[in-house]
Structures are given as structure tokens and as C-alpha cells.
């Protein structure tokens, strides 16, 4: 069936708003020698680029991207940070949708609702993020809604990340072994190494830089020579308009920056770092003045490399710009998060451990092992024994780690405080599907309900991803008002591969489309679901 008629079925039926544009993206994945450490290995491409394509959007958009699948393994899409509201199905994880398999397609009906700003996608099936298969997403607010800063002369996407020489299937190997993977061999900007990336300016505009961290396993510190960076957006939230010489990005992270010309032409670094390793990974792009033929030189400029203190005071400083319009007209302060009460309190525990003589890691004692059914699918066909309500618990056990498809059980419309905490000496970094949070605090030590007396109850900044710092715990505040399964993971992908992930089951006895749509009609279906209809017309 093609895709307008795709669209214009599903738009019948309610699943998106026929009254806003639509935007078709039809994209080939297939494998390619690429060379982005300067030894060929095997990667994943979109449409033959490594990268994948831009996702260029406005507010409400309808997404429509036809996936097919030229690889010899089963395929997801993920789309981190889009929160594909009342709509999970979509999501494009395991424990939501069923993988296309190879020589098949899947057509994706996403809609932009009510949301902007910087984002990316990525393959989350068989470890296949290790070998490429991302791109940004950018989603610009609708005309008429005011942006708090001047409309920039270009706007750049920037995925970095570290990255290994190994393909996908050797490293993936190694964890299903039950091994650890060992350091990673470089950093990508773009997916290109060392002094390959570059980006062309004009002396006095200024230009935006989205930034994610697409990376598998480290912090990153970002930095332009001689240039100050002015915070202007965070993963859909506009910020407090804050300038810094380098900035440190977490796993699965994003952020927007503002640019300006403002130094002599010529070329200046451009540096990406990693933060609390040994040794300290480093690779360099540039930043090009246009019509200037001189190149950079003098010293990289210095950054951060193991300070958690300075990691942590710049994170509390990157806030909400309360006067400023969202996605919507009326400002991002109009609701007032810390003036209402939570319901229940989820404390979230990290851990590392064996498991019948192999590597695993988990949440809450428990490591996730998927179904041989996506849950969303399972709980739509009412299929029981494929996961269990409540095997996971709302606080740490402190017992060992033990194998389980873990799904907690949340109510639609309650508003809920979750506490990470992290023993370990890593920073961990998690994601939460379906939603954006207030980061409310972190700090140092055990987390206990005096902590709360430090939280930032007025301006904190609403996100999709956090991290955690090592020996340390971070809180968010979430307005449950997606119903679905929500995938909640830690963006350190060989621990999520190995089990720290859960779903979170947001859940309502209303059938009514307001708050959640029905499968839709052109799902896959796997597993124990293969053989059922989705629905009728």
C-alpha cells in the first residue's frame, strides 16, 4: 500500500491529526564497509549514509517513515526522547514492537505532539547501535510560537560518541559469552574520526549546534576553541540562556547551543573527550570561518577530565527558562511542578553480578530478559505468562541479581517521584520512554527523604534522560499522562543489552481514544500474537 494512502487510512481513523502536515521518509537499511576509525568494519546504513538522514519536523507533524529491511537479522527503529503519545506501539523496542524481519517492511505513524527540540534514532535490536544506524531528529516549534532567542543562520546537527573498531557481531559476542566489553577504541563526530568533521561559519552570525551523545558507554565533554556555547535547549525544554566554555553530555543525552563568529577567521578546534575514564579518549573536527584559508592551531583547548564536582554544579545550573514558550504559546513556568503532591515514591538501584557464571546487570535485584512477545503486544491481546505486573519492586531488595522480564505497574494521571541510586564508580545514564521528567536534585552519599529539602522545586529542567554520578543519587518528578509500556533503560547500551533495563506499565481501564490508541492496524505480529488480527477497519 503506499504511503499517502497509509497516512490517509490511519488519519480516518483518529491515530494521527489529519489537520497537520505530513512528512514521508522512505528508508533502505543495509550493511556497509565504513571506515570511520581508518580500518574498514561492517556497518549499518540508511539509504547507504552513515549516519542516517536528518528527521527535519515542526510541532504536531505526522512521521510517516517506511522501514525495510535489507539485513539478514530481524530490525528496530528507536526514537529516543519522541513520545509518541498514547501511542507505544510505536516506540520501536522489543517490549513494544515486533521486530521487521529481514527482506520485510514496517511502516512507522509517528506524530510530533506537542513537542520540540533535539533529539536522535537509533537501532536498538542485537547490540546493532554499535554499528551505526542513528541519525537526528529535529522538531522546531510551529510559527507564531515564540522562540526565546533570534532565528540562527543555520542549525547543525552533532552526534558524538564513542565507538569501537570491532563490528557489532564480535562485540555482541562477547556479552552473550558473558563478558565484559573491553575500552573503547575512539570517539566519533558525525561518524567520522580524528580531523575529518568540520562546519562552516560567517564572522558575526550565529548558528545552532544540537549535540547527542549517541555514544555506548562514556560521558563526553564537548568544546570549540576560543568559542563560548550559550545553552539555549535541552531535549525539548528551553533553558536559561547560559554560556560555557566546554560541556559535558551523558548517554543518550541531547542539548542545543547557540554560536556566535565573534573571533578572528580562520579554523579553530572543534574537541570531544571523554569524562572519568583512564586513559582519557579524545578526537577533534573544526570549525571553519568561511572564506579563510587559515588553519587552527595552538593547543587543544583544555577540558574536564575525571572532576565529578564540576560535572555536577554544571548540571544544576542548566535550568528552565520560565518565560519562555514550549511547545505551546502559554510559558514553560505556567505549570507548577513542586506544588504538587506525589503519590509514590520508586527508589531505583543499580547492580553488577553473575548469573549462572556470566555477566549481568540489573535494576532493583532484577535483570530483564526479554519475552518471547513484545509486552505492549501481549497486554493488548490479553496473552498470559508472556511478563507478570509487579516483578520488579518500587524499592531496592538488597538481595543478589536474578533473571526476570520485569514490568512495574503505574497508574495513568498520578504524579510520582523515582530516586536513582548509585552505588557503583561509573556514571550511569538512564532514559524513560514516553515522557519528560523534572530533574528535581542530585547529589553525593545515600539518598534519604531529607534530601528532598534540597530539591529544586521551581525551575528545574524537564528532560527525557539523566545521569547519575558515581556514589551519588539523582530524583525526578513525572506527571504519568502517557498511557503505555514505557521502556525505562540505562543508556550504558552492553548493561542494557545485559539486563539493566524494566517497562514501565502506565495503565488506565478507559478505552477511550483520549487516552490511548488502539494497535495499529499495520503492526507486526510475533511470538505468541502471530496468527491474531490487530483490528478491524
Known amino acids: 500500500m503506499a504511503l499517502k494512502q497509509i ?20 528508508w533502505n537499511i543495509t550493511y556497509g564497509t565504513i571506515y570511520p576509525l581508518g580500518v574498514p568494519q561492517q556497518g ?18 505526522n512521521i510517516i517513515v517506511n522501514v525495510f529491511n535489507s539485513l539478514d537479522e530481524p530490525f528496530l527503529i528507536h526514537w529516543n526522547g519522541v513520545q509518541n503519545r498514547r501511542n507505544s506501539y510505536e516506540d520501536g523496542v522489543y517490549g513494544t514492537t515486533c521486530p521487521i524481519p529481514p527482506g520485510k517492511n514496517f511502516t512507522y505513524i509517528l506524530q510530533m505532539k506537542d513537542q ?24 522546531l516549534s510551529r510559527p507564531l510560537i515564540p522562540v526565546p532567542f533570534d532565528p540562527p543562520t543555520d542549525d547543525f546537527s552533532l552526534l558524538i560518541g564513542d565507538w569501537y573498531k570491532s563490528n557489532h557481531t564480535a562485540l555482541k559476542k562477547i556479552l552473550d559469552n558473558g563478558k565484559k566489553l573491553p575500552f573503547p577504541d575512539g570517539i566519533l563526530i558525525n561518524g567520522r574520526g580524528p580531523n575529518v568533521t568540520s562546519f562552516t561559519i ?67 578546534y572543534v574537541v570531544v573527550s571523554t569524562r572519568f575514564t583512564t586513559p582519557v579518549l579524545t578526537t577533534t573536527g573544526f570549525l571553519r570561518y568561511a572564506n579563510s584559508n587559515k588553519k587552527a592551531s595552538g593547543p587543544l583547548p583544555g577540558g574536564p577530565t575525571t572532576q565529578i564536582d564540576w ?30 503532591p506525589t ?29 518471547d512477545t513484545p509486552l505492549k503486544v501481549a497486554d493488548f491481546f490479553q496473552i498470559s505468562g508472556v511478563f507478570r505486573v509487579g516483578s520488579i519492586s518500587y524499592t531496592p531488595s538488597g538481595g543478589g541479581i536474578f533473571l526476570d522480564t520485569s514490568v512495574m505497574g503505574v497508574d495513568y494521571r498520578t504524579f510520582i ?50 545521569q547519575v554520578y558515581p556514589k551519588s543519587w539523582s530524583a525526578i518528578y513525572i506527571a504519568l499522562d502517557n498511557v503505555g509500556m514505557w521502556n525505562l533503560r540505562s543508556e550504558y547500551w552492553a548493561r542494557q543489552y545485559l539486563g539493566q533495563q524494566f517497562y514501565l506499565r502506565v495503565y488506565t481501564t478507559s478505552t477511550s481514544l483520549r487516552d490511548e490508541y488502539p494497535i495499529p492496524k499495520n503492526a507486526l505480529l510475533c511470538g505468541r500474537a502471530k496468527g491474531r488480527h490487530t483490528r478491524p477497519f
Open 116 to 139: 520540540i527540540g533535539s533529539f536522535f534514532y537509533f537501532p536498538s535490536l542485537a547490540f546493532h547501535k554499535s554499528a551505526g544506524g542513528f541519525g537526528s531528529i529535529k522538531i
Open 311 to 340: 560535572s555536577l554544579n554544571q548540571a544544576r545550573s542548566i535550568r528552565t527558562n520560565l518565560t519562555a514558550s514550549g511547545p505551546r504559546p502559554n510559558p514553560q513556568g505556567s505549570y507548577h511542578y513542586g506544588m504538587i
Open 202 to 268: 560567517q564572522q558575526g552570525k550565529t548558528y545552532r549546534l544540537r549535540i547527542c551523545n549517541v555514544g555506548l558507554q562514556n560521558s563526553l565533554n564537548f568544546r570549540i576553541q576560543g568559542h563560548k556555547m550559550k545553552v539555549v535547549e535541552v531535549e525539548g525544554t528551553h533553558t536559561m540562556q547560559i554560556s560555557y566554555s566546554s560541556l559535558d553530555i551523558h548517554l543518550g543525552q541531547c542539548m542545543s547551543v547557540l554560536v556566535t563568529g565573534d573571533q578572528p577567521p580562520q579554523d579553530y
Open 417 to 466: 517521584e523515582i530516586v536513582f541510586e548509585n552505588s557503583e564508580d561509573i556514571v550511569q545514564s538512564y532514559h524513560l520512554s514516553g515522557y519528560s521528567f523534572w530533574v528535581v536534585g542530585m547529589d553525593g552519599g545515600q539518598w534519604t527523604e531529607a534530601s528532598r529539602n534540597q530539591y529544586n522545586l521551581r525551575d528545574a529542567v524537564s528532560r527525557s534522560t539523566v
Open 343 to 371: 503519590v509514590r515514591t520508586i527508589r531505583l538501584a543499580s547492580s553488577a553480578g553473575q548469573v549462572n557464571g556470566k555477566q549481568r546487570y540489573a535494576i532493583n535485584s532484577v535483570s530483564f530478559v526479554p519475552a
Open 7 to 26: 497516512a490517509l487510512l490511519f488519519a480516518c481513523f483518529a491515530i494521527v491529526a489529519a489537520e497537520n502536515p505530513y512528512r514521508f521518509f522512505n
Open 44 to 61: 549499518i546504513l540508511i539509504n547507504g549514509k552513515f549516519p542516517g538522514p536528518d528527521i527535519y519536523s515542526v510541532t504536531n507533524d
